[in-house]
């Protein structure tokens, strides 16, 4: 819990985000432990990476929860079932990738274009905000630049697929504008 809440976890810093992962999911037990079983596949040589953790640990809380409250919605309070929640971490190239995978309702098509937008909701008043996904798109486009795309079947579930780059990525631009043109010339 003080990792997650931790008020230096603003700043940008090198972090082991699959650290980051469990932590969030820890913390948000409580939100998916009735509905789902929570996966994780998680690249164990991940290397460090260069975001907010507290800000990316929002980000998986606002994609965990949303796919909590979809098995819930389809599920449709059946007691005896449960849906699959699998988050997983992987590098590709310099950039990290994490996918929130669930099984619940699905997003339908004629309101994919609007999930990102602020105050956009689906669910009924005192439930959701709209802020959650406009929220987290914010942060890993506009505060990361990085991506977020979607990919869901309507009645199957929805993947979210983030991807942040590893490095700080206006030090390396700053260190190749040095003389030896590589962040590996500053060092020596």
């Known amino acids: 819990m003080k990792e997650f809440s931790h008020p230096a976890a603003q700043a940008k810093q090198v ?36 975001c907010s953790p507290g800000e990316m640990n929002q980000v998986l809380l606002n994609l965990i929860v ?5 098995i ?3 599920l449709g309070g ?5 849906g699959k929640i699998t988050i997983s971490t992987r590098c590709q190239g310099d950039w990290l990738e994490i996918r929130v995978s669930d099984t619940g309702t699905g997003i339908p098509e004629a309101i994919r274009d609007r999930i990102f937008d602020p105050f956009f909701t689906t ?18 486009v506009e505060k990361h630049h990085g991506t977020i795309d979607v990919e869901t079947t309507p009645g199957k579930g929805t993947t979210f697929i983030v991807r942040i780059p590893i490095h700080d990525q206006e030090e390396e631009k700053n260190a190749s504008d040095l003389p030896g043109g590589s962040p590996e010339s500053v060092i020596a």
């Open 78 to 82: 059946v007691t005896n079932e449960r």
């Open 123 to 140: 669910k009924p008043v005192g439930k959701g905000t709209g802020q959650g996904l406009a929220i987290t798109h914010s942060i890993v």
């Open 15 to 50: 972090v082991d985000f699959n650290r980051c992962v469990e932590s969030t999911v820890t913390v948000c037990r409580n939100e998916w432990k009735y509905v789902a079983d929570v996966e994780l596949d998680l690249d164990p040589r991940l290397p460090p990476v260069y």
């Open 72 to 74: 819930g919605d389809k």
């Open 66 to 70: 949303n796919a909590a409250h979809a």
